[in-house]
């Protein structure tokens, strides 16, 4: 659309008065910079020096607060989990810094002793399915063990330790672990952890592998875990078979991103006792349990031989693993102490609201209040979650926050007013009160939406946060209008 003349020669005639003021400011300001040059180079130098020096100092300082303004600043999440490996002076640092902050670190120092007290022996986990024959298989290995086999599926249903010794006398810990698959979802992570913390993992399968078999070798090799998979009841197949399930194991671990040598998958039987019929010469049939013995040499040459040639690599990744798993486990204490140190910071700014509410003597009184605790809520839930804002994005999210609690002012008084309504006697103070609790129901929609950016996304964007308080704000209101007037009574009681 075509703009009228008038206008556009309002604009031009604006131009050019701009240009005009910018030229004879450009012209003042060059003429005061020569006659102080020429000033100070008639003075003496000392003068000049002094000058040029207080000069630089306040253009570095309005630098500095520019840089402090404007530019966003990132910290490194320093509590995350790395890609990189960890050492023990890394995850040691990490849980003095933690316990100084008030986190419970007992679970991550857990990890560390664990690690400590196993490095006297090399472990090896049985892990697999359910029935796949890992009991029956440390039975082969130690038979003086007192391994319980069942006959049900499942008979392990905790972790217990037999002791080995491999080809060179060395002491090895055959840990058996519950079968993963079952219906105890418990039992599949106590195993999972336990094999993290093994120097080897035997994978014990007794056919092609299962999707949730799978998904456990993933999770093992995400931890540079070594693995030797062992196709057991082998004795069910022809040669011809296991040679073409042995080639099926080892493809389907290369899908996933893991590679092992051929020597890494073996075929074996663990024995044990099955049940025959027997028909006798009248047709009369007899049951009884028949011994099978066990083949197992090629798991124990595998063993032998993967522990002499990686034995001092095996226990490098192994530490590796346990700090990764110590420092998942201070993660999470971290995220736990996130969480009750923001409810702590939301329920103080909340009370200080609703005091600032209660406390406002004219209109407008009550807006520079409610600002001062925004931005003092913000700034301490920034930096909880370790995110360094600029003020620029503290100013910008509590004005995109501002615009939207107009809009959801009506609702958060109606809110205010029933849940007042389950108070009874308070009398004719109720105006007030309901003005107090719906900006307390405000503040604590707005912090909770905070820390939801914050938790997802580790640091403050401002339209983010802004649009979670606006989605959020219904559901905050009917979540918190009890707790909030609570509070409202308590401070007016005061």
């Known amino acids: 659309m075509k703009l009228d003349r008038f206008i556009r020669v309002a604009i ?21 910079a020569l006659n102080v040059w020429d000033r100070l180079k008639a003075g003496p130098a000392i003068l000049l020096y002094a000058y040029m020096g207080v000069m630089v100092l306040l253009a570095l300082t309005a630098t500095w607060l520019i840089w402090r303004l404007v530019i966003r600043r990132k910290i490194a999440p320093a509590r995350a989990i790395q890609a990189e490996p960890l050492t023990q002076a890394d995850i040691e640092q990490r849980l003095r810094d933690a316990e100084a902050a008030g ?137 011809q078979e296991q040679a073409a399930l042995m080639q099926t194991l080892l493809e389907r671990v290369d899908k996933i991103g893991g590679q092992l040598d051929r020597d890494h998958v073996v075929a074996v039987s663990a024995g044990g006792e099955v049940e025959v019929i027997e028909r006798g010469a009248g047709g009369e049939e007899t049951s009884r349990r028949r011994t099978r013995p066990a083949d197992i040499g090629v798991l124990v040459v595998a063993i032998n031989r993967l522990l002499a040639q990686e034995g001092p690599s095996l226990d490098a990744r192994r530490e590796r693993a346990v700090f990764r798993m110590a420092a998942a486990r201070l993660a999470e204490a971290e995220g736990e102490y996130r969480l009750q140190r923001s409810e702590q910071i939301i329920r103080s700014s909340t009370r200080k609201a609703i005091i600032g509410a209660l406390a406002a003597i004219s209109p407008g009184t ?38 939207r609690v107009g809009r959801a002012l009506p609702l958060s008084l109606a809110v205010a007013g029933n849940g007042l309504k389950a108070f009874p006697g308070i009398g004719t103070v ?11 129901l405000i503040f604590d929609a707005l912090g909770r939406s905070l820390v939801l950016t914050l938790s997802r996304h580790g640091e403050l964007l ?33």
């Open 103 to 239: 986190v419970d670190v007992g679970a991550a120092q857990a990890e560390l002793k664990e690690l400590a007290a196993r490095r006297e022996a090399v472990h090896l986990c049985f892990f697999g399915e359910v029935s796949s024959g890992k009991s029956s298989l440390i039975k082969a290995l130690v038979p003086e063990a007192n391994v319980v086999v069942d006959v049900v599926g499942g008979s392990t249903d905790d972790v217990r330790h037999y002791r080995w010794h491999d080809a060179g006398g060395a002491q090895i810990l055959l840990t058996d672990v519950p079968g993963i698959g079952g219906h105890e979802g418990g039992l599949t992570d106590l195993a999972v952890e336990e094999a993290r913390r093994a120097n080897l993992v035997l994978f014990v399968c007794d056919s092609d592998l299962t999707r949730s078999e799978v998904a456990a070798i993933k999770s093992l090799l995400e931890f540079d875990k070594p693995l030797v998979i062992v196709l057991n009841k082998a004795d069910r197949y022809s040669a």
């Open 12 to 32: 031009a005639v604006v131009i050019l008065l701009v240009f005009i003021i910018a030229t004879g400011a450009l012209l003042f300001i060059s003429e005061a």
């Open 462 to 494: 401002p339209e983010v946060a802004a649009k979670a308080f606006e989605e959020g704000i219904s559901e905050h209101l009917e979540a918190g209008v009890r707790r909030i007037t609570k509070m409202a009574l308590a401070e007016k009681a005061d």
């Open 366 to 403: 009550d807006i520079l209040i409610q600002g001062y605790i925004g931005t003092s809520m913000t700034q301490q839930l920034c930096k909880l979650y370790d995110a360094a804002p600029r003020d620029l994005d503290i100013e910008e999210f509590l004005t995109l926050s501002q615009s």
């Open 430 to 440: 109720a105006g007030g009160l309901v003005h107090a609790v719906a900006y307390g």
